[in-house]
């Protein structure tokens, strides 16, 4: 089973500042991996797939990038609104469906 | 525009059954894959269920496997779980996501998620 593993747990940070968010897989995830953004009492809401594709609707300020192991979630300048809680999220073997823990962007 | 509205949720105790619905809307139903994915209070997200686009396929986490069932209804653009031998882990919000067209072996993700529907297991 993949692990993907999330950090940091919590990023405090003011609007207008760049987030970088990252996700580590256990084992190569090749180019496969989406984001989701969860705001409190929301659904998530798809980001990015395939590593680096933004969804439909999705700002440009949101932008994914990595492969492998090793993969980066950037929001170039937070707007009020982008504070919310990340997921990255794998499938393998068409019935394995993992997600990392989350990362909480928080406004300082 | 894609509507995924679920229902069924409430408080059941401990070894009791529920069955969540997922009424589906805004897209062509019977040629998508879909799936349930729970969320325990304060917790991350857990992957539950999936099932094919015909219903002839389905695939269930570790921690469900044998008390939970996954269906479709093609002709009524729904989507059920069945809950069985519920236990007080088994509450969390349970939410109904769809997959995109095309997913891989390795590669997919949900691009569309209903607003969930909350299961208390408790006496």
């Known amino acids: 089973e993949i692990v993907l593993t999330q950090s940091p747990a919590t990023l405090s940070l003011s609007p207008g500042e760049r987030a970088t968010l990252s996700c580590r897989a256990s084992q190569s995830v090749s180019s496969y991996l989406a984001w989701y953004q969860q705001k409190p009492g929301q659904a998530p809401r798809l980001l990015i797939y395939d590593a680096s594709n933004r969804a439909t609707g999705i700002p440009a300020r949101f932008s994914g990038s990595g492969s492998g192991t090793d993969f980066t979630l950037t929001i170039s300048s937070l707007e009020p609104e982008d504070f919310a809680v990340y997921y990255c999220?794998?499938?393998?073997?068409?019935?394995?469906?993992?997600f990392g823990q989350g990362t909480k962007v928080e406004i300082k | 525009d894609v509507q995924l509205l679920e229902s069924g949720g409430g408080l059941v105790q401990p070894g009791g059954s529920l069955r969540l619905s997922c009424a589906a809307s805004g897209f062509t139903f019977n040629t998508y894959a879909m799936g349930w994915v729970r969320q325990a209070p304060g917790k991350g997200l857990e992957w539950v269920a999936g099932?094919?686009?015909?219903?002839?396929?389905?695939t269930y986490a570790d921690s469900v496997r044998g008390r939970i069932t996954i269906s479709r209804d093609n002709s009524k653009n729904t989507l059920y779980l069945q809950m069985n031998t519920l236990r007080v882990e088994d509450t969390a919000i349970y939410y109904c996501?769809?997959?995109?067209?095309?997913?891989?072996?390795?590669?997919?993700?949900?691009?569309?998620w209903g607003q969930g529907t909350l299961v208390t297991v408790s006496s």
């Open positions: 099932i094919r686009d015909s219903g002839t396929t389905t």
């Open positions: 999220q794998q499938r393998r073997n068409w019935d394995t469906w993992t």
């Open positions: 996501a769809k997959e995109p067209q095309y997913c891989s072996r390795n590669s997919c993700y949900f691009d569309y």
